[in-house]
């Protein structure tokens, strides 16, 4: 971060604050071995195409040093002096780096491919996974450190699976196939040029682990830039209203910076890798040149020996500089890898049983059996609580903020388990049955309503994607959103923006009211569903809820007490437990806490 620009403490607490945590662990095999079972869906097709034109391009290329040192210099031209012969091997050379090049052209295309259908898998597992987890992973996380294990981290393992898996093979049995022939041209001269292989290796074992650390912690920091990203885009609208821009841009510089940083510190120490090859390699080729030169003095090496065998030595270091550069590749491929998998490894806390239990077409019977619950193992947002509610029921739950009327919706839907009791309905346990089956028949409006890029009619339809145009416009009129529809340019084929920022809240909510009636359950929750809405969308909605929701079990969170006058039974809640409940008559001739409600919110509403 720039020196000249100072920000206040708040921001500077921002600064260091980061949600992940860099994981500390060794480089194992396993985990790599887990990462290329991402392959076995191709190893009948793709995988051993592409080791077929690796067999073919590495056979060539061993077949053809020995052909221009021995054959042609010594034989042809030495021994021979045969222009005919010497032809002859020019052209077989010429016919197989021709056959070369066109194994080649599918060795590429075969492996691109292989490498992109693995990410294609990598990533839609990834991604099946994370929505499957429970709400309190979304809760601990950020939306742009997620986005960046999903995109970032996975992109990172493409050059692995689309090159590396490949290449390393070949390089592998380039350098075996090499090996074995210096071996055989001149064994003392391979050995002299050989003996600083030890030093190389030696030296880059040390480098392994600072390399890979390194990495990682630029995924870090770039995953701390995404998220940050994310967080400025969505709450542009606060940021300029509290005119931020200039503390906003201050901690983006650090982030960016951060960033910058780790990826420099990372690229400095992989560039290391190269510079070692390229100096091992020069040391070899003086030894080749020097005791080379000895051999041929003494007889003990020909001419045409010493060119295939320089030959190879090129051909020999070439794969061990780009295994060295493989290497880099796969400390950073581990280091994607290990945060990847920290996300497949989290298991959702609520979870489906093996063999669940049926749970068909509900009533809406909900029963709470002495339920406690926490979200930190510290706080209990729910002290053993006791209720019930009837099928058809409309159940109204109010009190201050952190009662624990969201906690007893989020019980209902089972985004949470309770940590002792039960939650019941129609008499199973919510957690014997079949999640899909529960949630398939539950629908939940929140305060804050979610608008996906699209048309009206999509966003409506996401509460039943199996209805017709008839029945998603049937839903619109049932809950009056239809009228503002109509006067939207193109109707319900109007393109909304991401979260729908072209339509007003009321409006919005309008929709998720249409999309939660679309899908008819037999269980609806509002949870402060007509916080936003004024009050004469309010009674527009009230009225069309009174028919709507008519056989229906529902559940309405509301601080706006004027919603729920008309409702069954009213639950007051107070720190996790209930203190009073009856129907809105019986909670004012009481005169307790519900009455006080009352009385503050008419006291505010006749202020205004």
């Known amino acids: 971060m720039k020196k000249d620009k100072k920000l206040n403490p708040l921001v500077m607490e921002r600064f260091h604050y980061s949600t992940e945590q860099l994981i500390d662990k060794p480089f194992n095999w396993k985990q790599l071995y887990r990462l290329l079972n991402y392959l076995g869906p191709y190893v009948k097709n793709l995988l051993p195409a592409s080791i077929i034109t690796v067999l073919i391009t590495t056979a060539i290329r061993l077949i053809i040093p020995i052909m221009i040192g021995v054959y042609a210099l010594e034989k042809a031209i030495k021994e021979e002096k045969s222009i005919s012969y010497l032809m002859w091997i020019v052209g077989g050379i010429a016919v197989l780096y021709v056959i070369n090049y066109v194994a080649n052209i599918y060795r590429i295309k075969w492996s691109n491919e292989l490498g992109q259908k693995v990410i294609y898998d990598l990533r839609k597992h990834l991604f099946t996974h994370v929505q499957g987890l429970s709400h309190r992973f979304f809760d601990q996380r950020s939306a742009g450190s997620i986005l960046v294990r999903i995109m970032n981290d996975t992109n990172s393992l493409q050059d692995l699976f689309t090159n590396g898996v490949i290449n390393v093979f070949m390089d592998i049995l380039m350098l075996f196939g090499v090996i074995v022939i210096l071996f055989t041209l001149s064994p003392q001269l391979t050995l002299a040029v050989l003996v600083v292989l030890p030093l190389m290796f030696f030296i880059s074992t ?58 420099r510190l990372a690229t400095k120490k992989s560039a290391m890798f190269r510079p070692l090859v390229d100096i091992t390699n020069a040391v070899g080729t003086g030894v080749l040149l020097w005791y080379g030169a000895h051999l041929i003095q003494s007889g003990s090496l020909s001419l045409g020996q010493f060119v295939s065998f320089a030959f190879y030595i090129g051909m020999f270091w070439e794969p061990i500089s ?19 998998f920290e996300y497949l490894d989290e298991l959702p806390i609520v979870h489906e049983k093996e063999k669940p239990l049926p749970l068909g077409d509900i009533k809406g019977h909900i029963q709470f059996d002495k339920v406690e619950f926490s979200y930190d193992d510290k706080r209990k947002a729910l002290d053993g609580i006791s209720l019930e509610m009837l099928p058809g029921q409309t159940i109204a739950l109010v009190g201050h903020t952190g009662s624990g009327k969201s906690t007893i919706a989020n019980l209902i839907t089972r985004f949470y388990d309770p940590t002792a009791g039960s939650v019941r309905i129609d008499g199973k346990d919510l957690r014997d049955v079949s999640l899909t089956e529960l949630r398939r028949q539950i629908s939940v409006v929140l305060q804050d309503t979610f608008i996906f890029s699209g048309t009206i009619m999509e966003n409506i339809r996401f509460g039943n994607p199996a209805a017709t145009d008839e029945q998603v416009k049937a839903a619109a009129e049932a809950i009056g959103a ?121 006291k505010v509403m006749k202020a205004i």
Do not use: C
């Not at 770039?222 to 503390?247: A, D, M, P, Y």
């Not at 780009?322 to 990847?340: P, T, V």
């Open 322 to 340: 780009r295994l060295g550069q493989l290497y880099n590749q796969l400390l950073m491929a581990m280091a994607s890898s290990e945060r990847i």
């Open 482 to 602: 239809d009228k503002f529809i109509k006067k939207l340019p193109m109707g319900y084929e109007t393109e909304v923006e991401e979260r729908g920022n072209i339509l007003s809240v009321g409006e919005r909510q309008l929709l998720s009211f249409a999309r939660a009636l679309l899908a008819d359950p037999r269980i609806i929750i509002l949870d402060e569903a007509t916080a936003s809405i004024d009050t004469e969308t309010e009674v527009q909605i009230q009225a069309a809820l009174q028919t709507l929701l008519k056989g229906r079990t529902s559940i309405i969170i509301a601080h706006r007490l004027s919603t729920i006058r008309d409702s069954d039974k009213i639950f007051v809640l107070q720190q996790g437990e209930i203190i009073e409940e009856g129907n809105h008559d019986e909670l004012m001739e009481h005169q307790g806490e519900y009455y006080r409600l009352i009385e503050a919110q008419f």
């Open 206 to 263: 040390t480098l392994r682990k600072s390399i890979r650390r390194s990495w990682q912690y630029m995924r870090l920091k770039q995953s701390k830039l995404n998220s940050h990203l994310n967080e400025s885009i969505q709450g542009i609208r606060v940021t300029q209203s509290f005119t931020q821009e200039h503390e906003n841009m201050a901690f983006f510089d650090g982030v960016n910076t951060e960033n910058f940083e780790a990826w």
